[in-house]
Antibody, heavy 120, light 107 residues
Framework: QVQLVQSGAEVKKPGASVKVSCKAS????????IHWLRQAPGQGLEWMGI????????SYAQNLQGRVTMTSDTSTTTVYMELSSLRFDDTAVYYC?????????????WGQGTLVTVSS | DIQMTQSPSTLSASVGDRVSITCRAS??????LAWYQQKPGEAPKLLIY???TLESGVPSRFTGSGSGTEFTLTISRLQPDDFATYYC?????????FGPGTKVDIK
């Protein structure tokens, strides 16, 4: 069965960086893009970017360009999302999610979420 | 960028009601639209993709319709498990945007 298992909760200070991992299993890792999304407390879903695990090509949301980096490791079937220069309003639950097709479309399977808290 | 809106933002209904949620895109997205259900503390769950295709395992009381810029999610007979927040998402031309959500609560 398809599973995406994310790393645990993080508490960071403003200006720091955070790196969240997402280990995929139950399907051929290199055949599906992975999306990253986040949800601030009480708010809606925000799409952050997408990575093709085969080759590592990425596309990021315009408002996060320059602060977000997504990478993949095919040997461990893990993708990573690093967000730098953290601000208080980066406090959110961060999700990875597998793309439902092979061309970039809708997330079908989601990780459990990782809470990142930015606090001084 | 393609912007998505949803209406209403909150919907109060009773078990057994038929409810509909509207999602509008700022430009035509053809049928490249998905719907999700999210309950508190959980990850979103995919309900419908390509505007009207039901994801495997999703009850048939959920239906999606529309194309271009206007889409609708309908729940034919609301069940206790359906009280949640619903999001639409467009995926046209390798861009991805979610609507702000519609909370369905108990009247």
């Amino acid at each position: 069965q398809v599973q995406l298992v994310q790393s645990g909760a993080e508490v960071k200070k403003p200006g720091a960086s955070v790196k969240v991992s997402c280990k995929a299993s139950g399907y051929t890792f290199t055949t599906k893009y992975i999306h990253w999304l986040r949800q601030a407390p009480g708010q809606g879903l925000e799409w952050m970017g997408i990575i093709n695990p085969l080759g590592g090509s990425t596309s990021y949301a315009q408002n996060l360009q320059g602060r977000v980096t997504m990478t993949s490791d095919t040997s461990t079937t893990t993708v990573y999302m690093e967000l730098s220069s953290l601000r208080f309003d980066d406090t959110a639950v961060y999700y990875c999610a597998r793309d439902g097709t092979s061309i970039g479309s809708y997330p079908d399977y989601w990780g459990q979420g990782t809470l990142v808290t930015v606090s001084s | 960028d393609i912007q998505m809106t949803q209406s209403p933002s909150t919907l109060s209904a009773s078990v057994g009601d038929r409810v509909s949620i509207t999602c509008r895109a700022s430009q035509s997205i053809s049928g490249w639209l998905a719907w999700y259900q999210q309950k508190p503390g959980e990850a979103p769950k995919l309900l419908i993709y390509k505007a009207s295709t039901l994801e495997s395992g999703v009850p048939s009381r959920f239906t999606g319709s529309g194309s271009g810029t206007e889409f609708t999610l309908t729940i034919s007979r609301l069940q206790p498990d359906d009280f949640a927040t619903y999001y639409c998402q467009q995926y046209h031309s390798f861009s991805f945007t979610f609507g702000p959500g519609t909370k369905v609560d108990i009247k």
